[in-house]
């Protein structure tokens, strides 16, 4: 059985590899262009508001983030919270593995869309936040900030802390209980 070395299978076999690999390629392009990525930044940040009139305000600490779409197709964010990465705590007695800061200035911030690299800024309150955990985190659990989209999908920051957030409130108290001359 030598018709391997025949030209016409030769050329078969390579037509047939070539087509393989080609399909294949096409494929994994397919795939990237219909990927979605979200980059989630988040800083600890000392925020105050000024007034004209009034003049400045306490100060407060905030975690600020900032969303980046990085892939290329469309994400409808749904959704945006901070998760106790795998631990559940008891809020108004419920067992809950994150809680979702909501925004009542804005209540019809969500669901936003967020086209191919653009950007979308949002922050929580930090008081807030240990207001409602209190003590029930020790200062080693981790914490992250998860985004969920319309579709179902997760995207997720790096962790942080429970003890990053307490640090910040305590250098907005002691800021604000100083005396201004």
């Known amino acids: 059985m030598e018709n391997w070395k025949d030209p016409k299978v030769i050329v078969s076999i390579y037509a047939a590899v070539v087509s393989t690999v080609s399909l294949i390629w096409n494929i994994v392009v397919l795939i990237n262009k219909s990927k979605s990525e979200l980059l989630i930044k988040h800083s600890f940040v000392l925020s105050f508001f000024h007034d004209q009139l009034k003049g400045s305000s306490p100060l407060f600490g905030q975690i600020s983030i900032e969303l980046t779409n990085v892939g290329n197709a469309d994400i409808n964010i749904k959704l945006v919270t901070l998760n106790f990465c795998g631990k559940k705590i008891k809020l108004m007695g419920t067992l809950a593995d994150a809680i979702e800061c909501k925004d009542l200035q804005n209540p019809n911030k969500y669901p936003k869309l967020l086209r191919k690299g653009e950007l979308f800024k949002d922050s929580m309150d930090v008081k807030d936040i240990i207001n409602t955990i209190g003590d029930k985190l020790s200062d080693c659990n981790n914490l992250k900030i998860e985004v969920k989209d319309t579709l179902g999908k997760k995207y997720s920051s790096k ?23």
């Open 159 to 181: 962790k942080f802390t429970y003890k990053k957030l307490k640090e910040l409130l305590k250098s907005a108290n002691d800021y604000n209980s100083k005396p201004f001359s």
